[in-house]
């Protein structure tokens, strides 16, 4: 029996993981620069969190967590997504009384979600996020929405587009919801089975519903932003002008509601424009979730984050045909001619690998001629042959792959030959 990787996973392999390294430092590198310390919590939680974080009414939480007991009848969850454990570690650890706030964290990791697997959907993906927790300042918002637009451009990406929203406070939610049932009701049973349930319990789930969506219903739904208080509104306005300050275009989208129910004021999307993108185009989400920490059993204290997956990143770099600049080359290959040559080889390639310089030697007792292939084919900066005369000179030609220039170097001048040009 063959085996292979379970449905919706995929192994990275060593070609492609220079590009993942690559895209996690430019996360790292931002999250140093906007100052969002990593936090790292546990790949399972009780499975009560997601259901009391996430929500009870959404697809996560109903269709798509990997539940199980353990062997003490514990009920675990491999995690769907970051926020809700980030927010469970910030109230175990009562980050609410650290001197500095807002708390501002990333995390990066993998996430589970038992999806039906097509392009960009999988049902192990990496998720890089971030929680600004303890500030209700529209500033942040804007600045957590710049750091997700910042990383994106960063690695090279230009067909994006920020999509806005404001799901309001509760008395615009409250108002609104009551606008959707009287607008749903009537016609209720032309829709999924989801969202009939969905109508009395958290109707404005309905909006993001994947099935229904072409439904003529949906397109004159009562829109959120005609029901938004004043406060919520000025602080809706007060976001839209910080994002104008930053010079980071948006659109409003009245219908746009973030698939967790936690969300309130500030919700966006950022998605790829790119031709050839596919069906599912957003390469992150996120929004302000001002009731959840108290929720999680924590103080009542404000916070907004985003999630994006690499995958996805990955993706709309390849629909725009960017190529990642990787750090992944070969400084120098040594062919080796002979077995005395061979332990040369070995002492020069351990002296160049101390100094930082990455080099690569034969093990499988190849010809010269494959060895100098393999060395092209490594895409190795510079070449050296060593033979019998080499041996007895105590110096080699150095040889620049590119240029085809050569200059010959002692033995001991190597390493600061190969730094000065590597
Ligand atoms: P979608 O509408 O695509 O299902 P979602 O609303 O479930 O997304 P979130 O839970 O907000 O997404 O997750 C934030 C981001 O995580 C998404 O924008 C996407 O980049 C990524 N993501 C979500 N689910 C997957 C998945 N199954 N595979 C890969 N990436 C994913
Ligand atoms: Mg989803």
New binding site residues.
Partial sequence: MAFKVPRGTQDILPEQTPKWQKVESVLRELSRVYRYKEIRTPIFEQTELFQRGVGDTT??VQKEMYTFDDRGGRSLTLRP?GTAAAVRAYVEHKMFGYPDQPVKLSYMGP?F?Y?RQQA????Q?V?YGVEAIGSADPAIDAEVISLAMDIYQTVGLKDLKLVLNSLGDKETRDAHRTALIKHFEPSIGEFCSDCQNRLEKNPLRILDC?KDHEHPLMSTAPALTDYLTESSAQYFNQVKNYLDVLGIQYEVDPNLV???DYYNHTAF?IMSTAQGFGA?T?????GRYNGLVEDIGGPDVPGIG????I??LLLALEAEGVELEVGDALDIYVVAIGEEAKLKSAELISSFRTKGIAADMDYVDRKMKAQMKSADRLGAKFVIVIGESELEENAVNVKEMESGNQEKIEFHNLVNYLLEHK
């Fill in positions: 697809d996560i997504e996430m979600r999806e960009g959907r999988y049902r993906f998720q994947k973030r698939g967790l999307e599912i957003t390469l992150c989400g996120g985003f999630a994006m997956s995958e996805r």
